[in-house]
């Protein structure tokens, strides 16, 4: 369960992250 645990918040991490990145081009790409 604690494998199945930390492969969750590994995903919503790397989800959160992607969305910021994602964030950040578009505001780089609008300056």
Do not use: H
């Not at 199945?4 to 790409?29: C, F, G, P, V, W």
Request: aromatic share 4%.
């Amino acid at each position: 369960a604690s494998s199945l645990d930390a492969k969750m918040t590994d995903l919503s991490d790397r989800e959160e992250k992607s969305e910021i990145y994602s964030s950040n081009m578009t505001q780089a790409m609008g300056a």
